[in-house]
């Protein structure tokens, strides 16, 4: 299916299956940040899986998901997401700025969260051939914008023993010293998620790292020590 054709389909798919009852407190859990449709995951994956397949190049699908973030339904954001991390083997390191301007549009930690995913599994399947290719990350930890670091805290999340513990150990402590809470969250949450495959590091770099850790940060942590 051809990316316009997809997006004609997948609008008159959902708009479909609108449900009021669920948009009022999908919208409330979302602070009212939001507009919702009311149509939750499992649902919205069924109903994508059924608009069916696209063929498209790298650029033709980063159009689509501009076009989708830019409808007014935080369920099309969510497509957009879904999109990319299915054909996420056709996007490379060189998309991986329209992936980040992308993420600072209508930001949330929902949204951010989504496309973190899809720059990880970008720059994990990069990372094998290049040993450059998570240096974008260390100049998005620098971004003026707190959800761009927040990704760059978080895109290691999944990559299990090999992690590169050397930046994930810096990045923690280069925004341990911030009050934003999306920060010290995703701080924990990256220690944490490494923690399951090597916990005396992460309880060491902890222990050591304890006066300039957040509490927050450090309950995170610390939930699979």
Known sequence: MHVSDFFQQIQIVLLAHANSENALPMRAYMRSHFDFLGIKTPLRRQLLKDVGKIS?????????????????????????????????????????????????QQAWWDSVDGLASVIGDVIFAAHSNNSNAQVCMDHALQDSSMWIRRIAMIHQLGWRLQTDTQRLFFYAEQLAGEDEFFIRKAIGWALRDFAKWNPELVRSFVATNAEKL???????????L
């Open 214 to 224: 957040s509490a927050l940060t450090v309950r995170e942590a610390q939930k699979n």
């Open 56 to 104: 498209a190049s790298a650029t033709e699908l980063l159009q689509l998901a501009q076009a989708l973030w830019q409808l007014p339904q935080r369920e099309f954001q969510y497509v957009a997401i879904d999109v990319l991390a299915q054909h996420r083997k056709i996007l490379t390191l060189e998309h991986i700025p329209e992936l980040l301007a992308l993420a600072q």
